[in-house]
């Protein structure tokens, strides 16, 4: 599997994913806001894990830094 997200992008994504956990909790008593913020804490939560984005594979995005190979001599 290519990766498309790098470790900034993770990282940002972790922290969106706690919040979203936190407004998942915070506002059980209301069913719809409950599951919208915990599937939108699982997405952010498994993208950041995998390092695989599939928004941004379908529009062509990658956060990583590109890969610099030594040339051949």
Do not use: Q
């Not at 992008?9 to 998942?24: G, S, T």
């Not at 915990?38 to 830094?65: K, N, Q, W």
């Amino acid at each position: 599997m290519h990766t498309n997200v790098g470790a900034t992008d993770a990282k940002v994504r972790w922290a969106l994913a706690a919040l979203f956990f936190a407004v998942a909790i915070a506002f059980n008593g209301s069913p719809v806001i409950t599951l919208v913020a915990a599937f939108a804490a699982l997405m952010m939560a498994g993208t950041a894990l995998t390092r695989s984005c599939p928004v941004y594979r379908l529009l062509h995005i990658h956060s990583e830094p590109p890969k610099v190979t030594a040339p051949r001599v």
